[in-house]
């Protein structure tokens, strides 16, 4: 269904490694994904599965050391971005992908008015007059729903509330008008009535600009409002991928199945919330097989010993888990 | 119903937005600052030294100065604070134009109050430049150990960067021929490195060059190393001995003060790097593509300043004893320039008999650095919220 425009971003079996004393964290270990024009990826996942870094290693923004990109390829309009210094990168990132972040009360600088920094991430890339710079700030202001821009411009970060942050932060990202912006729990630290209206804006602006979004949240109920396609993540691998109504209709993987059993508004009252037993493996020392083994309610002897493959379910639905193929398709 | 469209109408100006009075950071600094007593004494000390500082400059110096401090009258010497002067003996332009000699006059007969007037603008400006060298040292160098603290320095870089530089000092001290051969040898080294040191381009360092990528130590290694090399030596004897090297002036004993204490400020602003460039909003400016300098100098300097701030306001005060206890000594600023340090030098001679000629420019020092200091400290305690309201 949403297959239909050409890929902006292709990420070949991207693995990131973080070295510590003795050990190697397989923060990532062999992602693959595409991002087509105009399209909303999600990648869903607990924390510490990896999510945050993969999108990180994207912008070249993973402190090497003690990270290591040891594989894997990120093709960006036909360019490996992994093969690029830091000066062809620094033209890339704000221009052509952008970022926002988690935590809207950190990721402003406290020491500038909203305006200054606005100016700066356009001034960045191109060479405009102040004047315009100043036109176009108000307007992405306006664009990102800040009431009376003129005047927002002159505060500081500490006099807005998280939400108008949030905002701030998504008219920075869109300030070059991205090809690709690349959502990092932008809503995590919000909460949820200003969480669904962030969520509106998304959708409004990318109809409107027509930009990819890479949408990055361990919240289901988000992943549900705008995905196109979803990654659900565990331990630094793809478990499930598919569109919303082939995962929250016809969950493959066992972790997604827990996932979703897990979600509140499926137990019934008086009942206790379902949980997965069990915790995320240390990203230092996996399990050997299937990652999810050791908490999979389905797990046979080959689990243990042979890492699974991504298995076909139906059209563009994916799930690395053979044994559940195995149930669906064999008999 | 009209009645509480009007009334919402009043309490919400402006199309439901409500208007809070709003402070900015400096009127609710100025607020706490304001509170503190001895801080605001210390700063209107500060001021008023700036005011007379300024005032000295244009009234003292130059060929006809309204008061003038290099005056000699013979016949007048050693007299006392207030005494007026002897109008038989002196010609018209000699008398003092206060009709007074408000601090005394010295052994030469010359005029304290002149003198001291034309030292504050001495003392002003050796306190600001040479912090203002500090500063500038220690913003420099501490901002680069703090946000490159884990890159490597290779022998290749540390090689071409100790050539050019050897190069340069040699051709300026006159070697031309070895400074030359330095620089053209220092400059091949580099284009080297640039040459084969892109390290996305996977191509292999042929043999023989690789020694050239040898990591040595990171850069943090050599700046906290040469900070800590800096304070190894007691400073006001190096002070001493470069003053007695370099030609006696007062441009040089500014520059060499600077080049002496910037270590704290270097300090500073390291250790405020190592926290900030973990914050979200650095990640932030790199994810928009900004540089790596600019994201330093821009956006990281302005959060790191409140500790430099202080700590330059109190080396303010230090780098002016320091002026005054190299003039005393006879290493400062040569005569017939005055600094309260040489007029205190000078009165320490006639300290039974003209007591007035160490105790002015005794109090004068004290008063300022004690100024100083004070005013240091309140910004101190404005600037950092865990000291507030103790």
């Given at each position: 269904?949403?297959l239909?425009?050409?890929?902006?971003?292709?990420?070949?079996d991207?693995?990131?490694?973080?070295?510590?004393?003795?050990?190697v964290s397989?923060?990532?270990?062999?992602?693959?994904?595409d991002?087509?024009?105009?399209?909303?990826?999600c990648?869903?996942?607990?924390?510490?599965?990896?999510k945050?870094?993969?999108?990180?290693?994207?912008?070249?923004?993973?402190?090497?050391?003690?990270?290591?990109?040891?594989?894997?390829?990120?093709?960006?309009?036909?360019?490996?971005?992994?093969?690029?210094d830091?000066?062809?990168?620094?033209?890339?990132r704000?221009?052509?992908?952008?970022?926002?972040?988690?935590?809207p009360?950190?990721?402003?600088?406290?020491?500038?008015?909203i305006?200054?920094?606005?100016?700066?991430a356009?001034?960045?890339?191109?060479?405009?007059?102040?004047?315009e710079?100043?036109?176009?700030?108000?307007e992405?202001?306006?664009?990102?729903?800040?009431?009376s821009?003129?005047?927002?411009?002159?505060?500081?970060?500490?006099?807005?509330?998280?939400?108008?942050?949030?905002r701030?932060?998504?008219?920075?990202?869109?300030?070059?008008?991205?090809?690709?912006?690349?959502?990092?729990?932008?809503t995590t630290?919000?909460?949820?009535?200003i969480?669904?209206q962030?969520?509106?804006?998304?959708?409004e602006?990318?109809?409107?600009?027509?930009?990819?979004?890479?949408y990055i949240t361990?919240?289901l109920?988000?992943?549900a409002?705008i995905?196109?396609?979803?990654?659900?993540?565990?331990?630094?691998?793809?478990a499930?991928?598919?569109?919303?109504?082939?995962?929250?209709?016809?969950?493959?993987?066992?972790?997604t199945?827990?996932l979703?059993?897990?979600?509140?508004s499926?137990?019934?009252?008086?009942?206790?919330?379902?949980?997965i037993?069990g915790?995320?493996?240390?990203?230092?020392?996996k399990?050997?097989?299937?990652p999810f083994?050791?908490?999979?309610?389905?797990?046979?002897?080959?689990?243990?010993?042979?890492?699974p493959e991504?298995?076909?379910?139906?059209?563009?639905h994916?799930a690395?888990c053979?044994?559940?193929?195995?149930?669906?398709?064999?008999? | 119903?009209m009645?509480?469209?009007?009334?919402?109408?009043?309490?919400?100006?402006?199309?439901?937005?409500?208007?809070?009075?709003?402070?900015?950071?400096?009127?609710?600094?100025?607020?706490?600052f304001?509170k503190?007593?001895l801080?605001?004494?210390?700063?209107m000390?500060?001021?008023?030294?700036?005011i007379?500082?300024?005032?000295?400059?244009?009234?003292?110096?130059?060929?006809?100065?309204?008061?003038?401090?290099?005056?000699v009258?013979?016949?007048e010497?050693?007299?006392?604070p207030?005494?007026?002067?002897?109008l038989?003996?002196l010609?018209?332009?000699?008398?003092?134009?206060?009709?007074?000699?408000?601090?005394?006059?010295?052994?030469?007969?010359?005029?304290?109050?002149?003198?001291?007037?034309?030292?504050?603008?001495?003392?002003l400006?050796v306190?600001?430049?040479?912090?203002?060298i500090a500063?500038?040292?220690?913003?420099?160098?501490?901002?680069?150990?703090?946000?490159y603290?884990?890159?490597?320095?290779?022998?290749?870089?540390?090689?071409?960067?100790v050539l050019?530089?050897?190069?340069?000092?040699?051709?300026?001290?006159?070697?031309?021929a070895?400074?030359?051969l330095m620089?053209?040898?220092?400059?091949a080294?580099?284009?080297?490195?640039i040459?084969m040191?892109?390290?996305?381009?996977?191509?292999?360092?042929?043999m023989g060059?690789?020694v050239?990528?040898?990591?040595l130590?990171?850069v943090?290694?050599?700046?906290?190393?040469?900070?800590?090399?800096m304070?190894?030596?007691p400073s006001?004897?190096?002070?001493?001995?470069?003053v007695?090297l370099?030609?006696?002036?007062?441009?040089?004993?500014?520059?060499?003060?600077?080049?002496t204490?910037?270590?704290?400020?270097?300090?500073f602003v390291?250790?405020?790097?190592?926290?900030?460039?973990?914050?979200?909003?650095v990640?932030?400016?790199?994810?928009?593509?900004?540089?790596?300098w600019?994201?330093?100098f821009?956006?990281?300097?302005?959060?790191?300043?409140a500790?430099?701030?202080?700590?330059?306001?109190?080396g303010?005060?230090?780098?002016?004893?320091t002026?005054?206890?190299?003039s005393?000594?006879?290493?400062?600023?040569?005569?017939?320039d005055?600094?309260?340090?040489?007029i205190?030098?000078n009165?320490?001679?006639?300290?039974?008999?003209?007591p007035?000629l160490?105790?002015?420019?005794?109090?004068?020092?004290?008063?300022?650095?004690?100024?100083?200091?004070?005013?240091?400290e309140?910004?101190?305690?404005?600037l950092?919220?865990?000291?507030r309201?103790?």
């Open positions: 269904m949403a239909r425009n050409e890929i902006l971003l292709s990420v070949h991207l693995k990131v490694f973080f070295h510590s004393d003795n050990t397989r923060a990532v270990d062999g992602v693959s994904y991002v087509r024009e105009g399209e909303t990826v990648l869903v996942g607990e924390s510490g599965c990896g945050t870094v993969s999108a990180l290693a994207i912008l070249g923004l993973v402190p090497q050391p003690p990270g290591e990109i040891p594989g894997g390829e990120i093709l960006f309009k036909g360019k490996n971005l992994l093969d690029l830091e000066e062809a990168l620094q033209e890339i704000g221009k052509e992908i952008s970022m926002i972040f988690q935590e009360m950190t990721s402003l600088n406290p020491v500038f008015t305006g200054d920094q606005i100016e700066e356009i001034t960045t890339h191109d060479t405009v007059e102040k004047t710079a100043h036109r176009m700030t108000v992405l202001l306006t664009d990102v729903g800040i009431a821009p003129e005047e927002r411009m002159r505060d500081y970060p500490h006099n807005l509330s998280g939400g108008q942050r949030q701030v932060m998504i008219a920075m990202s869109l300030a070059c008008k991205p090809d690709l912006v690349i959502a990092d729990e932008p630290a919000l909460d949820v009535t969480q669904d962030i969520l509106h804006l998304f959708r602006l990318k109809e409107k600009r027509q930009m990819a979004l890479l361990h919240n109920a988000v992943v409002e995905a196109d396609r979803i990654h659900v993540m565990y331990a630094g691998i793809f499930e991928v598919g569109n919303v109504e082939q995962i929250f209709r016809n969950p493959c993987h066992p972790y199945m827990g979703l059993a897990s979600l509140p499926r137990a019934r009252k008086g009942q206790p919330l379902y949980s037993p915790a995320v493996p240390d990203p230092a020392y399990p050997q097989g299937c083994h050791p908490r999979c309610p389905y797990v046979q002897e080959n689990c243990r010993r042979e890492f991504m298995c076909d379910f139906e059209d563009h994916f690395r053979p044994v559940t193929y195995r149930q669906r398709k064999g008999s | 119903m009645g509480v469209n009007e009334k919402r109408g009043s309490a919400f100006p402006e199309g439901g937005v409500l208007e809070t009075p709003k402070k900015t950071l400096f009127q609710e600094n100025w607020g706490l304001r503190n007593r801080a605001m004494a210390g700063l000390i500060f001021v008023a030294f700036f007379i500082a300024v005032t000295g400059r244009v009234l003292t110096y130059g060929r006809d100065p309204y008061f003038n401090p290099a005056l009258r013979l016949q010497k050693l007299r006392p207030l005494s007026k002067p002897n038989e003996t010609k018209p332009e000699e008398v003092p134009r206060l009709g007074i000699y408000l601090f005394g006059t010295d052994d030469l007969g010359r005029d304290v109050f002149s003198r001291m007037f034309q030292g504050s603008w001495v003392s400006t306190g600001f430049v040479a912090v203002g500063v500038v040292i220690g913003v420099f160098l501490g901002g680069i150990g703090g946000y603290g884990s890159s490597q320095i290779n022998l290749g870089s540390l090689l071409a960067s050019l530089g050897g190069g340069i000092i040699g051709i300026l001290l006159g070697g031309t070895v400074g030359v620089v053209l040898l220092g400059a080294v580099a284009a080297v490195l040459r040191g892109n390290s996305k381009a996977k191509r292999p360092i042929p060059f690789s050239l990528f040898l990591n130590f990171s943090d290694v050599l700046i906290t190393g040469l900070i800590d090399i304070l190894c030596f006001f004897f190096l002070i001493l001995t470069v007695a370099l030609p006696a002036s007062i441009y040089t004993i500014m520059i060499v003060i600077g080049l204490s910037w270590m704290g400020a270097a300090r390291r250790a405020e790097f190592l926290s900030l460039r973990e914050q979200d909003f990640t932030a400016a790199r994810a928009l593509g900004v540089s790596n600019r994201i330093i821009r956006h990281m300097v302005p959060n790191a300043m500790p430099v701030l202080v700590s330059a306001t109190i303010i005060a230090t780098a002016i004893l002026e005054a206890g190299l005393f000594l006879g290493f400062g600023v040569p005569p017939p005055a600094t309260w340090g040489n205190l030098s009165g320490k001679n006639f300290l039974f008999d003209a007035w160490t105790f002015v420019p005794g109090v004068a020092v004290l008063i300022v650095v004690l100024a100083f200091n004070l005013f240091g309140g910004l101190r305690e404005v950092n919220p865990k000291l309201e103790r």
